[in-house]
């Protein structure tokens, strides 16, 4: 079995098993990058060359389809949670919040707007220990 052939099967599970084990999109960047590799390999036989061509291509395809994917800004969600400040929350900064009756690390979800002690604000999500949240009123439309 010749190294194009090998290749091209790892290219091909790769790009399989994102459709199975989603890994936002790796796994589909190094399948293509395999498949790429396999078609270049009667110009690079070298198979240092193949392996290094194949993690650079990774790298920049995955890189080029972040960038290209849409950001998604979470407003209100229908399953969001009702919370209530219990200390000022600064721009970029945290603060706590009464959460399901525990005190929460908390963080605005608008990086550029402060939010008041006793506010009632709805969950959006959470990043570890510290909750995304948006006040009541900016979520009014």
Known sequence: ???AVLWMIAGVVLCIM????PTAFV?????VSAIIVALLTPVIPHLGLQVVLWLGLSVLLNVLLQRLLPKTKSRIIEDSKEAQTLTEILPGQTGRVLYEGNS???RCEDEEMAIAPQQ???VLRRQGTTLIV???QALRF
Not at 18 to 21: A, L, S
Not at 27 to 31: D, F, N, R, V
């Open 18 to 21: 994102e459709f199975i084990i």
């Open 120 to 122: 009632k604000v709805y």
């Open 134 to 136: 948006m006040p009541e």
């Open 27 to 31: 796994e589909l960047t190094m399948g």
């Open 1 to 3: 079995m010749s190294i």
């Open 104 to 106: 929460w690390q908390a």
